[in-house]
């Protein structure tokens, strides 16, 4: 069993008063043992990080002192050679272990951001992937992370309030394709509709279909997975995959 999170932000007038908010609500999911948590996309003021260390410290010794995974969100990273738009991941021991690119960069981000070429698998607590916002639209990067051994996925986002109803339905969609949970989490205010979701699964006579849990306002989340009841149906959907042209 592993314990996986979901962190649901608001707007703050400040950086730092955002990440100690979030800070507080990520110490409550720290005493509830949770392992894993993930945060959304672009939800600080400034959404350009220029030093991570310095700016996730209070993250970083959250994570160190309940062992725990966390994804601080998605952010611009500019450098001298490239504009980027990255999910950083902290591990358990309160270090940054890696970094996954937003592989579709989304309307205006087209201009100004480098896509990533590569779907990361992490391995903490459990084997996961991270899909960045916009790259939930696209079949193969949620299913070539289940493929190449994630067993849950988790998704940083920045979803408009219009956007919420198609939003959820991609994110189940790629959970039943998959056979595999996601958490996905939004930004609440007033242009952005909030409605975190986790999608879990059951089945019942071979017959899938999902769990929902949304989140309302500022808050966090705890849910209790058994990663390993969804890998034999994993491996039978895909095995009833053809090829074709």
């Not at 969100?73 to 980027?84: D, M, N, P, V």
């Not at 951001?113 to 916002?133: S, Y």
């Not at 079949?139 to 996925?153: H, Y």
Request: charged share 25%; hydrophobic share 35%; glycine share 6%.
């Amino acid at each position: 069993m592993v314990k996986l999170g979901l962190i649901q932000t608001k707007s703050y007038s400040t950086n730092q008063k955002g990440i100690s908010r979030a800070s507080e609500i990520l110490e409550k999911l720290g005493r509830k043992e949770t392992e894993i948590v993930c945060l959304p996309e672009q939800w600080l003021k400034n959404n350009e990080i220029l030093d991570f260390d310095l700016e996730f410290s209070e993250f970083k010794k959250i994570a160190k002192d309940f062992s725990m995974t966390i994804i601080p969100g998605a952010f611009y990273e500019i450098t001298k050679r490239h504009t980027s738009i990255i999910a950083p991941v902290i591990g358990p021991e309160g270090e940054f272990i890696g970094r996954q690119e937003k592989i579709h960069p989304y309307g205006y981000e087209r201009g100004i951001v480098k896509p990533g070429n590569e779907a990361k698998i992490f391995n903490t607590d459990c084997k996961f992937g991270v899909i960045i916002c916009y790259d939930m639209v696209f079949p193969n990067v949620a299913n070539t992370l289940a493929k190449k051994g994630a067993q849950v996925l988790l998704s940083p986002s920045r979803i408009v309030r219009r956007g919420i109803e198609p939003w959820q339905m991609y994110v189940q969609v790629r959970a039943l394709e998959n056979r595999i949970p996601i958490l996905a989490a939004n930004v609440e205010n007033q242009r952005f509709g909030g409605n975190s979701i986790i999608v879990d699964l059951t089945e019942n006579n071979k017959v899938a279909t999902t769990k929902i849990t949304r989140l309302n306002g500022e808050s966090g989340i705890t849910r209790e997975f058994a990663l390993d009841k969804y890998e034999k149906s994993r491996k039978i959907r895909y095995s009833d995959s053809n090829k074709f042209q």
